[in-house]
């Protein structure tokens, strides 16, 4: 891969982030020679090793691999039997213990069935466990080996402990008894490795011995006495004993080592490959990113990417795809309006997921392998460019044609830039339609409507503009494929306030056909924010439809458990009462048998009537209750318009506007809503008259009930001007609060606003009128004004 497109496309700084991640130098030295693959089959080990390492990040946290240090030098010197040094024998056991701790970090639970990428890796170190023993036994630190590393080396220090032990003895006797008034100061010091002590230079003949040193002034002479001397000789053998022996100790350590120096090799390669993959897995779970799907038909898909660069709190994610219908994608716009950081995401996300990155998008991404990414992509936005930049773009684009081929991803911004407008459209569409011949998978932007036509008239070439919000002036920074967008040069001036005749002035400049195109696309964008709008609706019904379908099946169920039960209870009830009357009838014919011919009538009479009297309570206690009695069947002719009556199914009282059809359907006005139901769900409700009102009703209120059947309780006043608007508004304001509607629904449009700032300033001068508001979402937004009237 180019380094210029690395640069351009800031493949650098997802490096950096990388590195950082890293958690040992020679890991942080991989990341930085990270490089995109071409090889479908390294590309996709190394995602998939990625995507092991992240899900071990999620089930057992982080890890790291400090202890990996390089061994480079320290195993050369193995080789070829040298003696490694103290710091050199502690990064081998640094790196041992870290292997051993990785090693358990990577063992996966007995539970575990699974196994991953990764197992191999983490089964292949070796934690050489009694190496590194032995090197934390003998050293324990840079600076201190312990008397235990050897029988000899804790004999011989033994030995100096005592000899310095004499010599303090006997300077102890000199410095606090027959030298002491010859001494500069009463203490022991060293000279050269060797035991003084402090005397005045004027006393020297009085102290035997070897003179070692001299103070900075002259007065005092650092003296080694003559009746230590000896023992200072011992000690200095001593000392050279103990550090041969260090040596041997080192030298035997070293031996161990260098029979290791495989394992060791590998263990310091594979820590540094984990720490590599590890440092990769930790910036996808930071970005939280995915693994895209790789394939070798130069297709590419990106769901909800989000540029790795930018705060991922703010940015928007964007929806690209490219190489399947369309091999040439052209993205239209305003300026900061996310052009180009839609081509640069995906020139981006082509790096990062060749190297074996994840990308920061929806999982099911689609990334294909291209062996060059090439991008013409000026870090300046100004429109003061000058013939030497149109000069440097140029030479890239030759560079750029003269290179590319089928397996090449080709990205410009603001191609033809630069140069008189005519002629960079000109040229742009040429090199354009020269890399759409060659099939080769390209995305461009630009402001040439002339692009824009060849786009919308070519056959595999698609339109793209980035969504801009004409209201709020601002970008919304969405990619919608299949539109070509708007500069909007002329709406931002207005809304910036360049005056209306200047503008005018400016649409006379251009041609016809560019006016025409671009009311064109205006029409095309109110159409689609208008699709997207009612979506956005249909999707909210639909919900709201399945939310009644799982209520009304629970309901149903609830239903079915309910009449199971009550039919259980039933059929044992009715078990028992059967039962009953048998006992009752066995009791019956028991008397009356036991009676015999010679019974009494009386008697008789008298058990027949407790019979009775049983059978009669327990038939009242079966009995139901008596219902209400029910309504009376309606019939279509006996209804007529003013009639209140109640909807059975909706629970509502209204009054009926219109007499029935053939059907049985008729209208009835409930409140502001009207509705069409069948005469059969409907039932008569007398109403008491109010203070006893005369049967006959006036005129004025014949008038009232008049404009009820009739009134509306919405108005259309789009396409009207503000004078017919106010006119046909005054008027129907007026037949509404006549109707006694509670409120009206007043439909004006969004367009400029005039007309809504005119019909809520009537409303406002309205003496009826209590209060207005803008609708809601489901209402009409800002297009519709609400009006409710006082009651």
Do not use: W
Request: charged share 30%.
């Amino acid at each position: 891969m180019n380094e210029k497109v690395l640069r351009t496309l800031e493949y650098n700084k997802i490096i950096d982030m990388l590195a950082d991640k890293a958690t040992s130098e020679p890991g942080r030295k991989l990341c930085r020679d990270l490089k995109p693959f071409t090889d479908l089959d390294v590309i996709n080990e190394a995602q998939e090793q990625t995507k092991d390492a992240l899900s071990r990040l999620f089930k057992k946290g982080s890890t790291s691999f400090g202890g990996n240090k390089d061994l480079g030098y320290a195993l050369r010197s193995l080789e070829i039997g040298a003696t490694l040094s103290i710091a050199e024998l502690l990064k081998i056991a640094g790196l041992l213990d870290n292997v051993n701790r990785i090693k358990r970090y990577g063992r996966n639970d007995r539970e575990e069935a699974m196994q991953d990428s990764l197992d191999e890796l983490f089964d292949t170190l070796e934690p050489l466990t009694p190496l590194a023993n032995e090197i934390r036994r003998c050293i324990l630190s840079e600076d201190e080996i312990s008397d235990d590393a050897s029988s000899t080396l804790k004999h011989i220090r033994r030995s100096i402990a005592l000899a310095g032990d004499k010599i303090h003895t006997q300077l102890n006797h000199m410095v606090n008894g027959s030298y002491r008034t010859y001494l500069q100061d009463a203490v022991i010091t060293m000279r050269n490795n060797r035991y003084c002590i402090p005397v005045k230079v004027e006393h020297k003949s009085q102290v035997p011995g070897m003179i070692h040193d001299q103070s900075s002034t002259g007065s005092t002479l650092f003296i080694e006495p003559a009746a230590i001397v000896n023992l200072n000789n011992q000690l200095k053998e001593l000392e050279l004993k103990e550090q041969e022996e260090i040596e041997v100790i080192l030298a035997n350590l070293s031996v161990q080592a260098s029979e290791q120096t495989y394992a060791l090799a590998s263990n310091q390669k594979i820590m540094t490959t984990l720490d590599f993959i590890f440092a990769r897995a930790s910036l996808a779970m930071e970005q939280n990113a995915t693994a895209p799907i790789f394939n070798n038909n130069r297709y590419i898909n990106i769901r909800k990417g989000r540029h790795p660069l930018l705060d991922k709190k703010k940015v928007v994610p964007i929806d690209i795809y490219l190489g399947k219908d369309f091999d040439l994608l052209i993205i239209t716009g305003p300026n900061t309006g996310g052009k180009t950081v839609s081509l640069k995401t995906v020139g981006l996300f082509t790096l990062m997921g060749q190297s074996g990155l994840h990308i920061p998008a929806l999982d099911r991404s689609e990334l294909s392998i291209f062996t060059e990414v090439y991008a013409d992509i000026g870090d300046e936005q100004s429109i003061e460019q000058n013939l030497s930049t149109f000069s440097s773009h140029m030479t890239s684009i030759v560079s750029i044609l003269k290179n590319a081929d089928a397996d090449s991803l080709c990205l410009f911004d603001e191609l033809g830039a630069g140069t008189d407008p005519t002629e960079g459209a000109a040229l742009a569409i040429a090199i354009l339609d020269h890399l759409h011949k060659r099939k080769i998978r390209t995305m461009a932007t630009t402001h040439y409507s002339e692009i824009k036509v060849y786009a919308l008239s070519t056959d595999h070439v698609e339109n793209a503009c980035c969504e801009f919000d004409i209201n709020t002036l601002q970008p919304t920074y969405r990619l919608l494929i299949g539109i070509p967008g708007k500069s909007n040069a002329f709406a931002i001036s207005s809304k910036l306030g360049l005056p209306d005749y200047i503008i005018e002035s400016a649409k006379e400049q251009i041609s016809q056909e560019s006016e025409s195109f671009e009311d064109l696309l205006s029409s095309l964008e109110h159409s689609r924010t208008t699709i997207e709008k009612e979506q956005l609706e249909i999707a909210s019904y639909k919900e709201e439809v399945k939310n009644l379908k799982e209520q009304l099946r629970s309901k149903q169920e609830r239903i079915d458990q309910t009449r199971e039960r009550i039919l259980r209870d039933a059929n044992e009830q009715a078990r028992n009462i059967l039962q009953e009357a048998k006992d009752v009838a066995d009791e019956t014919i028991r008397v009356f048998q036991k009676a015999g011919p010679g019974a009494s009538m009386k008697d008789l009479e008298k058990t027949r009537e407790k019979v009775r009297d049983k059978i009669s309570d327990k038939n009242s206690k079966l009995m139901l209750k008596s219902e209400k009695p029910q309504k009376k069947e309606l019939k279509p002719e006996q209804l007529k318009r003013g009639d209140s009556v109640k909807i059975l199914s909706m629970g509502l009282t209204g009054t009926v506007s219109s007499l029935p059809d053939h059907r049985g359907n008729l209208f009835v006005q409930c409140g502001i809503m009207r509705s069409q139901v069948n005469f059969k769900d409907l039932m008569l409700i007398d109403e008491e008259p109010a203070a006893k009102a005369p049967l006959q009703r006036s005129a004025a209120s014949k008038m009232k009930m008049n404009k009820s059947y009739h009134i509306s309780t919405e108005i259309n006043l789009l396409g009207k001007t503000v004078d017919e608007a106010l006119s046909e508004l005054d008027k129907y304001l007026d037949d509404a609060y006549l109707s006694h509607l509670p409120s009206v629904r007043i439909v004006h449009g969004k367009g400029t606003g005039a007309l809504r700032n005119a019909v809520q300033s009537h409303l406002k001068k309205t003496k009826y009128v209590e209060s207005y508001r803008l609708g809601e979402f489901g209402e009409g937004d800002a297009g519709v004004t609400i009006a409710t009237f006082k009651s």
